[in-house]
């Protein structure tokens, strides 16, 4: 099943095929919209002429941050995300050999160890890890022993609390009641 988390057919096909575009997506996926954070990565590929994990890992900072902030920007806050982005390049560069699919694959790992593994990148911390092991399971078929319980409630079936629920318009609208309804709940306790 082909991904659709933005709407563009483009950055889909994008978060589709390479697993460091999904990584990215899910690092840039803190308050902005969904579908922005998932579409940051293919404006960078458009402005890198493709997305290399090594080539972005390596680029200069100033420049990778300038290329980040040009309109339309990658993020609301593209200074700092690009370094994050820029972070987590180097980290699957140095730990990983520039391959994603390492971070799930290397040494069959259960999904603790792949938890584990992506609350070590930077920028994920303990849900953003726990949303993306569930995005993997239910979407790429990325499903190591344990990976539902770990997930937590991202990685229940048929929930509608995260991007790893999105498979089109409609189930975009009903994460974000689903959002909006917890959000309305935590305010209405305190």
Known sequence: MALWMTGDEAADRLLDEDAFALLVGM??????????????????ADRMDGLDVRRVADADPEQFAALCATPPAVHRFPGSMAARVQAVARAVVDD????????????????????????????????????????????????????????????EEGARRSIA??????????????????????????
């Open 96 to 155: 990983y050999d520039g391959d994603v699919t390492r971070l799930w694959r290397d040494g069959d790992p259960d999904a603790a160890t792949v938890l584990r593994r992506l609350k070590a990148l930077p920028g994920f911390g303990d849900q953003k890890a726990r949303i993306f092991l569930a995005l993997l399971g239910k979407q790429r078929g990325v499903q190591p022993a344990g990976w539902r319980e770990v997930a937590g409630p991202y990685g």
């Open 165 to 190: 629920d999105v498979t089109d318009a409609d189930s975009l609208m009903e994460v974000r009641a689903t959002k909006r309804a917890a959000k309305a709940a935590a305010r209405s306790a305190s």
């Open 27 to 44: 690092l840039l996926d803190q308050q902005v919209a969904m579908e922005t954070a998932f579409a940051g990565p293919a404006k960078i």
